[in-house]
């Protein structure tokens, strides 16, 4: 009778999913820890022996045993004499209101008083369980087959060893971590002809960050800015909820055309390595002609280094910001694109003045990013890991090309712009009368994913016939399917 838990307990507290690929023990302490935390497990309740709940879970006693040992050196559980366990009486269970909540009802008008709106007419929607599809070709995502998780397991450790946690664990302030921003500036930026200082390099949380910063540092009433149409559509949005006015010219086969700039432009926002989403690379006259142009008419160029590392079919081109002589030019790159989108690290690189500014507008919000986040990536690229995936990607992704280029052919579906360079996507171009948001969703049906084309442009009455597909995220056997079936409805929805 000693050993019987207290019938109290609810029995979902005591559950495991054996297909989960979270380890059994670690299952039982959240599990443990969550009911104390949600006072499901009072302090004083006495919980089952652990044969009792090893026989009960049909997993070993010693699976329970080391979960009951490491919530007591925690603080969560206790133990009492002959093998007994309880909820500690002093667990850092939290204190429970003596006044119950009441119900809003009415009051303000949030939408009237948001400065942003929270909501966007357009916008990318990528589902969460894209994995579940048999042919995802979404942009963006992660192909683990090709990312050695082994090899970032091993950096995340050394990046907590007792040497390094010491100098994480201390408050940064607004810095950030000297290793990440000395290889930046000694590995990175080198390959894209830059040369810059430790102190003309920021780390941001992703390149849109890095976006977010310039336009709240630059912009005020009256200033005038210019970005790609089609284009990043979050830039958009963030550009237009900035003051100030907003020109989107249309890119034609080599991007944005710099004749096209009105003259009392401000701030021009480039994607020139591969144009979102295009593909498309500005050429080596074009990039001068930009640069001439922001000196003749004194605006400065915002360049995101979009997916330089994909140049799959020749050496990428020089990066505007290597061009600048001026000083005019800030440029934004991220990690995120090559390691994984989950990451959210990017950098800004620009003169000292910029970087110090940016850096105290961050430090704002969140200081910096995570340091073991940023000393993690440090080690990556230290130990030659991100030049090797760098080159398995390379590989991969040519092939994967070469499958889909061979595939949109033989459906017939035209590929828009002249991505000479590579990338991971392909814009396509369907007839006049398709709406690419309805494809969209008809092929979801057939577990097709692809990207509506809308979202990129100015808000259009007609329908958007383009439409973006990648081919990270899909493995090469299963582009042919894909396409046909992505073909087949379309031809049934324009037929």
């Known amino acids: 009778m000693a050993d019987r838990p207290d019938p109290s307990i609810p029995a979902d507290v005591f559950f495991i999913d054996r297909k989960a690929d979270v380890p059994l023990q670690v299952q039982l302490r959240e599990a443990l820890v969550s009911a104390i935390l949600a006072r499901r497990l009072t302090p004083g309740l006495r919980l089952p022996s652990t044969r009792r709940l090893a026989k009960h879970l049909k997993v070993s006693r010693i699976t329970v045993t080391l979960a009951y040992q490491e919530l007591i050196s925690q603080g969560y559980l206790a133990a009492r004499a002959r093998s007994a366990y309880q909820v500690s009486p002093t667990a850092p269970v939290p204190s429970l209101s003596s006044t119950p909540r009441r119900r809003q009802v009415g009051g303000v008008d949030w939408t009237a008083k948001l400065k942003v709106p929270t909501e966007r007419s357009q916008r990318l929607v990528k589902p969460l369980d894209w994995r579940r599809y ?134 021009v926002f480039v994607t020139p390595s591969h144009h979102s989403p295009t593909g498309v690379t500005m050429p080596m006259e074009r990039r001068t002609a930009l640069l001439s142009a922001a000196n003749d008419h004194d605006f400065i160029v915002v360049e995101d280094d979009y997916e330089f590392e994909m140049s799959l079919l020749s050496p990428p081109s020089p990066a505007l910001k290597s061009l600048d002589r001026t000083g005019r030019v800030l440029y934004v790159g991220s990690f995120s694109k090559a390691l994984f989108p989950g990451l959210r690290l990017g950098y800004l690189v620009a003169p000292e003045p910029v970087i110090r500014a940016a850096r105290d507008l961050r430090a704002l919000m969140l200081r910096h990013p ?63 009368n398709l709406d690419s948001s309805i494809l969209a969703d008809k092929v979801q049906e057939e577990g097709v994913l692809i990207e509506p084309g809308a979202p990129f442009f100015e808000a259009q009455d007609t329908p958007c016939r383009y439409f973006r597909m990648g081919y990270s995220s899909i493995s090469a056997d299963r582009i042919p399917e894909g396409v046909r079936r992505t073909a087949k409805v379309l031809r049934s929805l324009t037929s």
Not at 200 to 229: D, S
């Open 134 to 267: 048999p042919y995802p070709f979404i942009y963006g995502q992660v192909d683990m087959s090709l990312f050695d998780h082994g090899a970032w397991r091993d950096c995340a450790r050394r990046a907590i060893g007792r040497r390094d946690f010491e100098d994480l664990a201390g408050d940064f302030a607004a810095a950030d971590d000297p290793m990440l921003v000395n290889h930046i500036c000694s590995r990175t930026l080198p390959r894209r002809g830059i040369d810059a200082l430790p102190e003309e390099i920021l780390v941001t949380v992703g390149a849109q960050n890095a976006l977010w910063l310039i336009i709240h540092l630059l912009f005020k009433r009256g200033t005038r800015a210019v970005c790609e149409n089609p284009g990043y559509p979050d830039l958009a949005a963030a550009l237009k909820s900035a003051p100030g006015s907003l020109s989107r010219i249309d890119v034609d086969a080599h991007g944005l055309p710099p004749g096209a700039i009105p003259e009392d432009t401000d701030i």
């Open 370 to 432: 995570p340091g073991h986040q940023q000393r993690t990536v440090a080690y990556f690229l230290a130990l030659g890991h991100y030049d090797a995936l760098i080159q398995r990607m390379r590989s991969e992704l040519e092939n994967r090309r070469e499958v889909m280029m061979d595939a949109l052919a033989k459906e017939d579906l035209r590929i828009a712009g002249d991505p000479v360079c590579g990338g991971t996507s392909f814009w396509v171009k369907g007839p006049e």
